[in-house]
């Protein structure tokens, strides 16, 4: 059962595209929202998956 939910929206002002962090996974509220920055919802979901990848892959300090 998935904990999260992402959703790629397109702003009506812009055009451009923004990220909604669902948590848990069910609620109808996002819990957190990008900044509208993106061309395309393909281009918002890469750029989480990087920015994801990228803090796990960080060095813990000890």
């Known amino acids: 059962?998935?904990?999260?939910?992402?959703?790629?929206?397109?702003?009506?002002?812009?055009?451009?595209?923004?990220?909604?962090?669902?948590l848990p996974a069910g609620s109808d509220?996002?819990?957190?929202?990008?900044?509208?920055r993106y061309s395309s919802a393909a281009a918002a979901e890469q750029d989480l998956?990087?920015?994801l990848t990228a803090a796990a892959n960080r060095p813990r300090r000890a």
């Open 49 to 51: 998956i990087a920015t």
């Open 29 to 36: 509220t996002p819990f957190i929202s990008t900044a509208p």
């Open 1 to 22: 059962m998935p904990t999260l939910r992402i959703e790629a929206q397109r702003d009506a002002a812009t055009g451009l595209f923004f990220l909604e962090v669902f």
